[in-house]
Every structure is written in structure tokens, then in C-alpha cells.
């Protein structure tokens, strides 16, 4: 009788031993399943939260591109007619780009704090001289915020005699498109944009000239 106790006992010790095994590996396999959950999460909040800058950022951009005209750049079409303008020259007279309908006008925006601005000034004074009786206007339409105390001096200094327009608010770089300075916009005799210069230029070269020349030697279209 005594044996066959001892063998249930052990029996069922052994069987106790089993099951707290089974339950600590159990408990280890759920353990590690968790870990590796946490591990995903870990790895995955930082690509998570590019992405989700990566789509705010494309939303942001798209939304400022369809209702801001900045982003909307585009520039002015040759062959058709330049923007009018009117701004005061530095005798304290508003001049019209209209006002020189007849004339071959170069139109160029510039700042007297831009270095390749005041490069290409005595070349254009140059070519002014150099055509100013053949129906040929410069109009140097300045963008400094001080307007005449920036400008008059300049112009003083370099010996600058074609016409200097003050824009201090920057309304010619919303009206040509502009996309900093210099920038200039050759207009022929019936006003029409013919050509858009991005860059400072050798307004004297022959080439340059000769280019002039031809425009102002074509004849009118309109009447």
C-alpha cells in the first residue's frame, strides 16, 4: 500500500513540476511576444511620423499653390503688349511707359544695393548715348525702399543721364513677373514685349546695339 502512495505522490509532484514548467514557458513565449510588439512600435513611430510630415508638408504646399499668386509664377509672354506702368522720376514727374508709344523702350528693374545692377549701369548709359536720338528710351525703374535719396545720388555718381523711375513698394516685380534684379524687358515702338533679359547684360556690345538698331528700323504694324 505503502508503494503505491509514494507512487501518486511522485506522480503527482512530477506533474506539478510539468505544469509550473509549462506555465513559466508560457509565460516566457508571451514575454517575448511582447517585447517584439514593443520593438515594432519602437521601430516604427519615427518612419510613422515622417511620413505623416512628408503628406502635411505636400498638403501645405499644395494649398499655398492654389490660393497664393506667388507660387503661381509665370513669365511674361513676348509678342504681346507690356504692362503700363506709372511711377515718378526723380524731377518728381510721373512718366508712363505709354507715354513713350513710338519709342523702342528698355525697361529695366534694378536696386541700387544689387552689385550686378551697378555693373551694367554704364553700358546702358552707353547704349542710351548711343541711340537716344533714334526714338530710344531707357526707363530704370528702381525698387529701393528710400526711393530718391538712394537713387538721385547714384545716378549722380556714375553719371547716369537716362530716365531713373522710383518704385519703392515693389509693385513692377508683381506687374512683370520679376524674379529679382536686374531684370530688364525690351519693348518695341507699338509696345509690345519683345524680349525678357533675367541677368545683368553688356548693354554697349556691337551685337547689342545692332539688336536695337533693327528694332528701331521696323516698320509699325499698327497705326
Known amino acids: 500500500m505503502k508503494p503505491a502512495i509514494l507512487s501518486v505522490f511522485f506522480w503527482i509532484k512530477i506533474r506539478k513540476s510539468k505544469n509550473v514548467k509549462a506555465e513559466n514557458a508560457t509565460t516566457q513565449e508571451s514575454k517575448t511576444v511582447n517585447d517584439l510588439r514593443d520593438e515594432r512600435k519602437k521601430t516604427n513611430y519615427p518612419a510613422a511620423i515622417l511620413v505623416f510630415l512628408t503628406v502635411s508638408g505636400l498638403l501645405i504646399l499644395f494649398s499655398l499653390k492654389q490660393n497664393n499668386s ?24 510721373m512718366v508712363r511707359l505709354s507715354d513713350y508709344r513710338g519709342h523702342v523702350v528698355l525697361v529695366n528693374v534694378w536696386a541700387t544695393w544689387c552689385p550686378p545692377c551697378v555693373d551694367e549701369m554704364p553700358s546702358m548709359e552707353k547704349l542710351y548715348k548711343e541711340l537716344k536720338d533714334e526714338n530710344f528710351e531707357i526707363l530704370a525703374v528702381s525698387i529701393d525702399a528710400l526711393g530718391e535719396k538712394a537713387v538721385a545720388p547714384f545716378m549722380k555718381e556714375y553719371n547716369l543721364s537716362f530716365s531713373a523711375l522710383m518704385d519703392p513698394d515693389g509693385t513692377i516685380k508683381t506687374l512683370y513677373h520679376t524674379t529679382g534684379v536686374p531684370e530688364s524687358f525690351i519693348v518695341n515702338q507699338e509696345g509690345i514685349l519683345v524680349k525678357q533679359i533675367i541677368g545683368p547684360r553688356d548693354w554697349a556690345a556691337p551685337g547689342v546695339i545692332g539688336f536695337f538698331r533693327n528694332l528701331l528700323q521696323k516698320p509699325l504694324t499698327q497705326k
Request: aromatic share 16%.
Open 70 to 93: 506667388y507660387l503661381k509664377f509665370s513669365p511674361l509672354k513676348t509678342g504681346r503688349p507690356a504692362p503700363d506702368f506709372m511711377f515718378p522720376g526723380l524731377d518728381g514727374k
